[in-house]
């Protein structure tokens, strides 16, 4: 079955605890993303990547690293996560020009 | 100005009820279009593409006016099971990060 793989789907952490979340796809899509969603602010990408080795920010980038060492995989990498990320997170795929394929969320709290 | 606009309703109608929803995007240069299906705190999925001479899938019709840089997605004989976010997406080719989502309008259908 063609899918997206998030994990964890939920997450508590303490502020300044390194965390990662993970993120598969089976489609051997180009292009991957991950995003924020918050209350009133809709999606809001957070980085992106073309290929394996290419990454490139997107609108809300501080506090987050990323890395595409693989074409499946993009692990969204928080080193030391504060309160202000604690939010709904989405991984996203797809081939160049088409729509995208969505994970199933990391609903994340940082206390 | 944002680049994809959306009213965030909510809009509550009952169920039968013929609902539309617009879009406007702000770059003339966008080459695709989709809306998207959110349900409450789950993944977007998408519902359908909207091409230039419009498309229809069951109740729902997909409508794209270049000139006047919107899209629209009417709902006929709304169902309880419509009640859901949904997204405007927007591509640009050439754009690095490519994919802009609206930040979504809310439906309800009410018995």
């Known amino acids: 079955e063609a899918q997206v793989t998030q994990n964890p789907r939920y997450l508590i952490t303490v502020t300044g605890k390194k965390l990662t979340v993970t993120c598969s796809q089976n489609m051997n899509h180009e292009y991957m993303s991950w995003y924020r969603q918050d209350p009133g602010l809709g999606l809001r990408q957070i980085y992106y990547?073309?290929?394996?080795?290419?990454?490139d920010k997107g609108d809300v980038p501080e506090g987050y690293k990323v890395s595409r060492k693989e074409k499946r995989n993009f692990p969204l990498i928080l080193e030391s996560p504060s309160p202000n990320q604690t939010s709904l997170y989405f991984c996203a795929s797809r081939r160049l020009n088409t729509e995208a394929f969505f994970g199933q969320g990391t609903r994340l709290t940082v206390v | 100005r944002k680049e994809v606009e959306q009213d965030p309703g909510p809009f509550n109608v009952p169920e039968g009820a013929t609902v539309a929803f617009n879009c406007t995007y702000s770059?003339?240069?966008?080459?695709?279009f989709f809306w998207y299906r959110q349900d409450c705190r789950k993944e977007p999925k998408l519902l359908m593409s909207?091409?230039?001479s419009g498309n229809e899938d069951g109740r729902f019709t997909a409508q794209l006016n270049r000139a006047s840089q919107y899209i629209s997605l009417l709902i006929r004989d709304s169902k309880l099971s419509d009640s859901a976010t949904y997204l405007c997406?927007?591509?640009?080719?050439?754009?690095?990060?490519?994919?802009?989502f609206g930040s979504g309008t809310q439906l309800t259908v009410l018995p």
């Open positions: 909207v091409y230039s």
């Open positions: 770059n003339s240069a966008s080459q695709s």
């Open positions: 990547s073309m290929n394996v080795e290419v990454t």
């Open positions: 997406v927007v591509f640009l080719s050439g754009s690095a990060r490519q994919l802009t």
